[in-house]
């Protein structure tokens, strides 16, 4: 069993940055791949970036740039560090992590940037 808890959304101004976190409990030796998605209001989920357990990162064209995923095994955690923020980012965030079989996700962190 792994467990995801998000941190660090909250408002923010254009151009401004913020610092997400997901913090993984349990068994969290069984991950290897973690990630960022994002929902906006009435959109479909998105992947933001990924980040296997060696560090090697993708990222979406929209973020690219602008965002950085970086995940600290020891401390079993996973950041999004978001810099040049766009009211086009206003989503909620969501943690994700692969131990395959399974696939687990965070309960979301809302971020809002306004123009």
């Known amino acids: 069993q792994v467990q995801l808890v998000e941190s660090g959304g909250g408002l923010v101004q254009a151009g401004g940055s913020l610092r997400l976190s997901c913090a993984a409990s349990?068994?969290?030796?069984?991950?290897?791949?973690m990630a960022w998605y994002r929902q906006a209001p009435g959109k479909e989920r998105e992947l933001v970036a990924t980040i296997t357990r060696l560090g090697r990162t993708n990222y979406a064209d929209s973020v690219k740039g602008r965002f950085t995923i970086s995940r600290d095994n020891a401390k079993n955690t996973v950041s999004l560090q978001m810099n040049s923020l766009k009211p086009e980012d206003t989503a909620v965030y969501y943690c994700?992590?692969?131990?395959?079989?399974?696939?687990?996700w965070g309960q979301g962190t809302r971020v809002t940037v306004s123009s």
């Open positions: 994700y992590a692969e131990s395959y079989p399974i696939d687990y």
């Open positions: 349990g068994s969290t030796f069984t991950i290897n791949r």
